[in-house]
């Protein structure tokens, strides 16, 4: 469309390179109805209510976060997700998928019902639910399956948020009922008896130290637990996705597991890209995270296999604990809650590293939208700037130096993070959702509510 008439739409992006699935491309990004209707070649005369200048930024679809725990807990979902979505907008992603670790757990399908209608009440930007697997919850899968959860989500080690571990024969059990639902199934894939025995003795030696935490949670806790999971996948003929993986030899693994025809995939943490245990001496408790974190060779391998391919997902496994709570790792550190919070940084911070990495845009991009979207099922809707997908949209300064400060940034309930004073030079600039802006500048200003629940299922999905 290059002729005298203008092209009208309700909202144009113009001036930017958009990053598309075939690469960049200086573009119009023209919207209508909440969702993507074409582009158009730069200088192509525009009619629309509105018009965004993005000139000098890169274009690309909001990021797809399958791994946040919301859950602060004490307020409400309602204020959880609102607080856990706003940092989301700020950071430039438009679409989450929550774990079931709230307070009660999400391990029923009332309980699922009932978190997906009042956290929508107060979300900015679209999330989704996924369901549980536990042995108390079994019988409860096909109801969550019904009602939106694309997957569930199995505990392999004790935790500390009440919320059972999977056995052995839980798990089996629960990837036959997946396998049946057509649905798949998540592992937090360490030794529960690796685990447990180590703890025990380090204990007894007076050993609550943070370095107690690296022997206590070894690579080969999470190496042996990932190949008894693809082994139990490949037996049911369950789909699996092996969350947070920490050592470049459980990734492996999973691509053998893929390579051998089993759908496997997996995702690593933007803490287990950007941190290593060095960090965790220096932050403390902030950094205390499970699996931990590791020593520099095996994040750099990581990235190794983040540029080979092997990788389907980059997430921040955001976990909001209080200040307070995550101080008590400096004198204990078992009685540290697990969790980062970094929704808000973690995907300028990653690409930020990638660049600097000599990771190509084209490589890392689909990593937090293409992969994660076909990952959770809500690729017929997002992930992708192309012709009928919703208009979740980013814009991106990647030459726009700043400094990490959650006490002057966040929009957490308690700000903290264990990337404060560390620099990067990506900046999210303006973030949409179905074309709205939801946040601009850091600032967000979209209304609770904005955001949607997204039943992920294809049961759900027929029905809605």
Known sequence: MTGDAPVRADLAVAGGTILTPGGPVAATLLVDGGRVRETVPPGTPVRAAEVIDASGLHVMAGAIDLHVHFDVPGISFEDDFNAGTRGAAAGGVTFVVEHPFSDPPTTTAARYADKSARAAAGAVVDFGLWGALTGPSLREMAGQHALGAPGFKAFLPDNDMDFPPATEADLLTGMATAARLG???????????????????????????????????????????????????????????????STPEAVDLVAQARAAGVDATC??????????????????????????????????????????????????????????????????????????????????????????????????????????????????????????????????????????????????????????????????????????????????????????????????????
């Open 183 to 245: 649905a798949r199934v998540l592992v937090h894939a360490e030794d529960r008896e690796t685990i447990a025995v180590a703890e025990t003795r380090l204990r007894a030696r007076g050993r609550t130290d943070i370095a107690a935490l690296l022997e206590a949670r070894p690579p080969s806790a999470e190496i042996e637990a990932v190949r008894g999971v693809l082994e139990a996948a490949r037996r049911t003929g369950c789909a699996v996705h092996l969350v947070h993986l």
């Open 267 to 464: 995702e690593v943490t933007a803490h287990h890209l950007l941190l290593d245990e060095d960090d965790l001496r220096r932050v403390g408790g902030f950094g205390v995270c499970a699996p931990p974190l590791r020593d520099a060779g095996r994040v750099a391998a990581l990235w190794d296999r983040v540029r080979a391919g092997l990788v389907q997902a980059i997430v921040s496994d955001h976990c909001p604990y209080g200040r307070a709570d995550k101080l008590k790792g400096s004198a204990d550190v078992f009685a540290c809650p697990f969790g980062i919070q970094s929704v808000q940084e973690y995907m300028p911070l990653v690409l930020s590293e990638a660049l600097r990495r000599g990771v190509a845009l084209t490589r890392i991009v689909p990593l937090f939208t293409e992969g994660p979207a076909r990952v959770c099922g809500v690729d017929g809707s997002k992930g992708v700037l192309t012709p009928g997908m919703d208009a979740d949209i980013v814009l991106l300064d990647l030459n726009r130096p700043w400094v990490i400060s959650a006490e002057r940034q966040q929009h957490a309930v308690e700000r903290w993070s264990p990337y404060d004073g560390r620099a990067c030079d990506v900046r999210v600039v303006r973030t949409l959702v179905r074309g709205r802006t939801v946040a601009t500048g850091g600032d967000v200003v979209a209304p609770p509510g904005w955001g949607r629940f997204v039943p992920l299922s294809q049961e759900a999905r027929c029905r809605s």
